[in-house]
């Protein structure tokens, strides 16, 4: 018995110890960007997107108003919504955070478009966000690309652009 828990544990801290490496966050005034990451895309995608969370521990909201990186010729703040049955992306003018209501930018909802990539996203690769808060000012974050099967063709979504 004692053996079979051994070996749980040992394959628990397995997996565990990789997430940990990733997970990583910075920290901007009261405001907390947690884990910016981004999908690694294939050969020929033009198009990107980043995610990451947003959490307030001041007392009064702040407001996420702009997204830069040398990565992609544009960054714009996207969000999904659904037009007539079919998800769509529309560009947000910003991004409120209140006190105490973490946002989670992730694959099909708000997300940090990179339209233009000046080169594709490799598994492991990293590179430079910079996020611009109305009270709280600018913080560079570090995006690190993660390789993911989920949501495949989510770059086909932007023809519009
Ligand atoms: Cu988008």
Known sequence: MMRIRAMLLAALVAILIPLAATAHEFKLGDLTIG????????????????YLTLANGGASADRLVGVASSIAAKV????????????????????????????ELKPGG???????LTAPLKDGDTFPLELTFQKAGKV??????????????MGDMHHHH
Do not use: Q, S
């Open 140 to 153: 560079t974050v570090t995006v690190n690309v993660e390789a993911t099967a989920a949501m495949e063709g």
């Open 76 to 103: 714009e703040l996207h969000t999904h919504l659904m037009d007539g049955g079919v998800m769509k992306m529309r560009p947000v003018e910003g991004i409120d955070i209140e006190p105490g209501a973490p946002i």
């Open 110 to 116: 708000l997300h940090v478009m990179l339209i233009g």
């Open 35 to 50: 884990h910016p990451w981004a999908r690694a895309t294939a050969g020929g995608t033009a198009n990107g997107a980043a």
